[in-house]
């Protein structure tokens, strides 16, 4: 129970830091256009604005609207557009659940490399639901390259993971030293205990 504590706690809080510690630079070029330029661009067929304008409607509650751009882009293999209908999907942004298609969506992101994706997939992989059974070795895979793009929880995942043998051989030592790197800038720091080391 303290693990899957732990495991959540830094899991949200690194959620909640992800718009500043990682942002698409796919949509670099596009994230502070207007409206009105990024229907001009989407009608040029220019994905990456595709991408912004259907998450600015998501955001306006437009998701009519918002599923039928992401879901141009998606189909259209634009990794950022797969991961972000992904997520929309399995959260049921909108109204709309599937659940399956969402694990579909994560697995092509993955192979696609977004970096993202991988922790989704991972979190997914992490636990049995009736849409995908629990595979811990493939969840650590999945938390070691979301932890090597530097994203918190996937190293703390991976140092859980480590510490316990699940998914990978039990290694103490490499679990500690992941623990500490998803500490490294956080201003409480846990124990080893904590992250089962």
Avoid at 37 to 42: A, I
Avoid at 99 to 125: M, N, T
């Amino acid at each position: 129970m303290k693990k899957l504590l732990l495991t959540l706690g830094l899991a949200f809080a690194a959620q909640a830091a992800c718009a500043t510690e990682w942002s698409d630079p796919y949509l670099d070029r596009v994230r502070d256009l207007d409206t009105a330029t990024l229907e001009r661009l989407h009608a040029q067929r220019d994905m990456p604005a595709t991408v912004q304008l259907a998450y600015e409607m998501m955001a306006e509650r437009r998701f009519d609207r918002g599923y039928e751009l992401i879901g141009m882009a998606a189909d259209a293999n634009v990794p950022a557009a797969q991961y972000l209908l992904g997520t929309w999907l399995w959260y049921c942004l909108g109204g709309c659940r599937d659940k399956q298609r969402a694990i579909e969506l994560f697995e092509r992101a993955v192979q696609a490399g977004h970096p993202v994706a991988h922790e989704r997939l991972a979190d997914i992989y992490n636990r049995d639901t009736k849409f995908a059974k629990k595979d811990d070795a493939r969840a650590y895979a999945l938390y070691l390259a979301g932890a090597k793009h530097g994203f918190v929880s996937s190293m703390a995942s991976v140092a859980i993971k480590l510490c316990a043998g699940e998914g990978v051989g039990k290694d103490v030592k490499a679990g500690r030293a992941w623990a500490d790197l998803a500490q490294k800038d956080q201003p409480a720091k846990l124990s080893y205990e904590d992250f089962g080391c």
